[in-house]
């Protein structure tokens, strides 16, 4: 599978120490944050619910959005999350960068969107409920079109667009969990530094599809990643927990947090999105016996799962195996597939990374039980 794993780090990279800002080129002054209808001076911090749309009642929709504006000059960064209005993970990540951390000593301003799809949030849903539209697909939105992109245009114009860079937190969809990894477009230099100061061992690389936040954010001059976590209508504890390292290291690299260090996650592979056949898919449908989980490492031939019908007939069971030695970054949860479902996401190793990984699990046993299992 080397055409998976065209890029390995085992060593961090020289540059991995607080590298002093180059984006805000706007000179020694910090700068007030301003939107259509504020502005949050230095030294500043504001709890905002800013409306974007109305119900079918005439009532505002607004979002709550919190920007802290630091005394020092230096980078706009925003944290966004629920874009999809199940996903709950992210929601906590930003609400305790926004609100638990302390930041007196703050270089930049940062804007915390913690519930961008308010209507599928109240509903507990993926999508808008107006019509089922993908607010993350509706990017950067448009005056005079559908309720989506006014939606996503009011978010994109005031809070968006003013920033140097952007994290936008997620988790799998519904019925499946995946591990804590990013996803970023390598090619571009900035994207790039976001993404390896956020110390994930999984990179996924690839621009993303057209109307996503963090594509068009990154085409608009904002370079922006998305952060994946496990899975919808959850908080999980640990994830967040790393999710916050992640956050520090970022703040840390571009010299927002002069205090914090970059964090190395201790090895890290690259691979490319459109690599289709990491997905292993289910051949028959029925009901999945999944044998591994998320974060584990499988061998090739290993059995993942059997798709088994309700009788459990031993003529009837299918065996899945893995067809490479990989580790599982995304798996499905809700055990029911058709045929050509996906049963879960098998990133190939080289044998190098191989090697870091086993090292790490052998060392983290003794601490403790796996540390990417959660
Ligand atoms: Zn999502």
Known sequence: MSDDVPRDDLEPPDEATVTPPDLDASGD?????????GRVDPGESANIRYGISETYLGDPVRIPVTIVNGEQPG??????????????????????????????????TLVCLPVMNVPG???QERYLPIYDRDLNRSFPGREGSTSARRMAHRIFTNFIEPCDLGLDFHTSTRGRTNMLHVRANMDDPTVARVANAFSSNVIIAGEGPSGTLRREATDAGVPTITVEMG?????????????????????????????SAVHWPGW??????????????ADAGGIVDMKRGRGELVREGEVICSITNPFKEEDDIETVEAPFTGLIVGVLENPVVYPGNPLCHLVGLSQD????????????????RSRLRD
């Open 29 to 37: 002054d910090p700068e007030p944050f301003t939107y259509n209808g």
């Open 75 to 108: 980078p706009t960064v925003f944290l966004s999350a629920a874009a999809h209005g199940d996903e709950l993970n992210g929601i906590e990540v930003v609400r305790e960068v926004a609100h638990d951390w302390n930041h007196a000593d703050l270089h930049g």
């Open 121 to 123: 949030f109240l509903a």
């Open 231 to 259: 899975e919808a209508h959850r908080f999980q504890r640990r994830l967040i927990d790393r999710a916050l390292t992640g956050v520090a290291s970022v703040l840390a690299e571009f010299g927002c947090h002069r205090d």
């Open 268 to 281: 890290r592979t690259v691979i490319d999105d459109d690599d289709e056949k990491t997905w292993i898919r």
């Open 353 to 368: 990374t191989l090697t870091a990984l086993e090292r790490e699990r052998g060392e983290g046993r003794a601490r403790s």
